[in-house]
Nanobody, 126 residues
Framework: QGELVESGGGLVQSGGSLRLSCAAS????????TGWFRQAPGKDREFLAS????????DYSDSVKGRFAISRDNAENTVYLQMNSLTPEDTAMYYC???????????????????WGQGTQVTVSS
């Protein structure tokens, strides 16, 4: 599989937007469903969104539904997370992960993922 590499994090003001990218270095992401998670200091890892291999099945947590959008470009071997209407509560390290699971509900749990990236920091100022 190679390595998953996230990018696009940074500092943004409340109400702003960011787009995170997840690419596979040395491998292909197209063979896997992909999910995004985040973890804030002192908090548990939180599922945000997942997308099927084909890109046709999306799943979102209630905390980001309507604000975040997951997509993929298989030609570019990349998965994206568009984040809008950000608030300071969205401040966290964001991770992408690759899964062989074909069940969206199963992809809400980190232990159903096979590969993880190193994360990209998102900080939202008030």
């Amino acid at each position: 599989q190679g390595e998953l590499v996230e990018s696009g994090g940074g500092l943004v003001q409340s109400g702003g937007s960011l787009r995170l990218s997840c690419a596979a270095s040395g491998g292909t992401l197209n063979s896997y469903a992909t999910g995004w998670f985040r973890q804030a200091p002192g908090k548990d890892r939180e599922f945000l969104a997942s997308i099927s291999r084909s890109g046709t099945v999306h799943d979102y947590s209630d905390s980001v539904k309507g604000r975040f959008a997951i997509s993929r470009d298989n030609a570019e071997n990349t998965v994206y997370l568009q984040m809008n209407s950000l608030t300071p509560e969205d401040t966290a390290m964001y991770y992408c992960a690759a899964s062989t699971s074909t069940i969206p509900q199963a992809r809400r749990f980190g232990h159903n993922y096979n590969y993880w990236g190193q994360g990209t920091q998102v900080t939202v100022s008030s």
